[in-house]
């Protein structure tokens, strides 16, 4: 395993802003969780961030504050090895 647990963790934040432009509208990027996977081949990277509730789906959205954003998780699959990111998958809670 070369890749240590702080550099799959900036593997999955580079990522994640590299295609922004692609998921639209993010804010309040945090790491969640971090895990080696048992066969100590991958890490797992959860990162947490706000995005606006699409206003069809909420229309409270609109007149409630706290209602603007929704928090949404994406896994990060990193190769232990490379560093390479092998997926981005939607975390459910």
């Known amino acids: 395993m070369k890749v240590d647990v702080r550099s799959a963790v ?3 934040q580079n990522y994640i802003q590299s295609i922004q432009d692609l998921m639209g509208s ?8 971090v ?3 048992d066969d100590q081949q991958f890490w797992l990277v959860t990162l947490g ?3 606006p509730v699409d206003k069809t789906q909420n229309p409270l959205a609109e007149i409630i504050p706290s ?3 929704e928090r949404d998780y994406k896994i990060f699959k990193i190769d232990a090895e490379t560093g390479d990111v ?3 998958k939607i975390r459910e809670l």
């Open 10 to 12: 900036y593997t999955a």
């Open 26 to 33: 993010i804010e309040d990027l945090r790491l969640e969780e």
């Open 35 to 37: 895990e080696l996977s």
């Open 49 to 51: 961030y706000n995005r």
């Open 67 to 69: 209602s603007k954003f």
């Open 86 to 88: 092998k997926s981005m």
